[in-house]
Each structure stands twice: as structure tokens, then as C-alpha cells.
């Protein structure tokens, strides 16, 4: 009886680990999507942890403005965006590839916001 009853625990603990590791494994998924800093629209930029609505649209302006970034440490240009914050950009945005608009998964799945970074 008590064989049974561990082989019950056993599965159901190794169920919920197989559920636990799915469950990681989308989440990484839709945090391995860079968004396009030359690209992206103001929806997505703000998927970009510290980056919300008056910086995204700063961002676009200077984009605009300079025919599209060659580096990212052109951003510093934008009001708001420091080192700390240009450390976090470069985390979750790209130059070269990268998505435009965010997917349903991405609005699913946010990444953790950074409330260290200022500047």
C-alpha cells in the first residue's frame, strides 16, 4: 500500500515539475524576443522595462530625426535615458533584427520590470 502511495506522489511530482519547466520555457520564449529599436512602434517600445509612453514616443522622434539609430548609444540623446537606463535597453533591444509590433505571447508575458535603474 505504501509502494502506491509513493508512486502516486512521485507522478504528481513529476507532473507538476514537467508543468513548472513548460511553463519557464514559454516565459523565456517571449523574453528572448528583442525588440527592433529601428523599427518598433510606441507599443512596442514600452515593452522594454523603464521605457513608457513620453519615452517612446522621445525615442521615435530622435529615430525619426536621424534616419534610424547606427548605435545604440545614440539613445543617451533621448531625455531620461541614462547609463542605467541604456544598460537595460540594450538587454531587451536590438539594432539589427528584432520584432516591430508585440506578439500576443509578449503582451502575455512582460518581462520584470527594473525599478533600480534611474537615468
Known sequence: MKSIQRNTRLRKFVGCLVAACVMAALSSAALAEKINLNSADAEA???????GPSKSRDIIELRTS??????MD????????GEKTLEIIRQ????????SNLTEEMKNNPPEADTSASG
Open 45 to 51: 517600445l514600452q515593452y522594454i522595462p523603464g521605457i
Open 74 to 81: 545614440e539613445l543617451l540623446a533621448v531625455p531620461g535615458i
Open 66 to 71: 536621424t534616419d534610424g539609430f547606427k548605435s
Open 92 to 99: 531587451h533591444g536590438t539594432l539589427d533584427s528584432g520584432v
